[in-house]
């Protein structure tokens, strides 16, 4: 079962920012980020949270929403973690495989490194 959060966000429009102007801030894990658009601002807060949860745990779910100041705007963002993590995860895992012992000799003879080359495989399979 996947591990899904929600979080409230607080998004400010920030007039005098041409390039960024939607200020996010993600109260619950003291983040911020920024956004083109209030579209982009929410996919902003969600990827911070993704990221968040790949190097610390993250708080409960929190539905309840801020008061809003100065026009902001109070939303609540969901975020799939367990799937951020399949997408995002980089961490090194060590697998065992099975070749013909002639591809392995060769390989090595040429300087092969076979994990560069599996995970180039596997990306290209995978579409990825």
């Known amino acids: 079962m996947d591990d899904i959060k929600v979080f409230p966000i607080i ?21 911020m980020t920024e956004g083109k658009s209030v579209a982009d601002a929410m996919e902003m807060a969600k990827d911070y949270i993704g990221t968040y949860s790949l190097e ?9 929403l801020p008061k809003s100041k100065d026009g902001s705007l109070v939303t609540l963002v969901t975020v ?19 070749i013909p012992n002639y591809l392995n ?24």
């Open 11 to 31: 998004i400010t429009k920030d007039k005098t920012n041409t390039d960024y102007p939607y200020f996010v801030e993600i109260p619950d894990i003291d983040g």
């Open 56 to 64: 610390d745990k993250l708080p409960e779910s929190n539905t309840t």
């Open 80 to 98: 799939n973690v367990s799937e951020y993590k399949r997408k995002h995860d980089n961490k090194v895992i060590k697998k065992t495989i099975t």
């Open 105 to 128: 000799e060769l390989g090595k003879e040429n300087g092969i490194n076979f994990s560069e080359v599996m995970t180039t495989a596997l990306k290209e399979k995978l579409s990825v």
